[in-house]
């Protein structure tokens, strides 16, 4: 099943997202993102993909992401 498209990549889930796979656009070989035997993330690439591409359409998702950005380049940048 196709999860998700972006100008360069496929993103495709045999198994209803437990496991997504993404290849170049018009490409064979494929590259595992997730399966259910890697630790389990609070996000799943897939799943982050789709809170940017809601993002574009609802301002409240737009918000909370620009708000998470934030909080991560904050805490990124008192690391290094």
């Keep these: 099943m ?9 993103y495709e889930s045999p198994d209803g997202g437990k ?7 018009g490409g064979i070989t494929r ?4 399966s259910p ?5 609070l996000f799943r690439y897939a799943e982050f993909v789709q809170i940017i591409d809601m993002s574009y ?4 998702v737009k918000k ?11 805490v990124k940048d008192g690391t290094e």
């Design 37 to 41: 035997s890697k630790p389990d993330d």
């Design 64 to 74: 909370a992401l620009d708000n998470l950005l934030l909080i991560y380049y904050t």
């Design 57 to 60: 359409k609802n301002p409240a």
């Design 2 to 10: 196709v999860k998700h498209i972006d100008e360069n990549y496929i």
């Design 19 to 25: 496991t997504v796979y993404r290849r170049e656009l």
């Design 31 to 34: 590259e595992m993102l997730s």
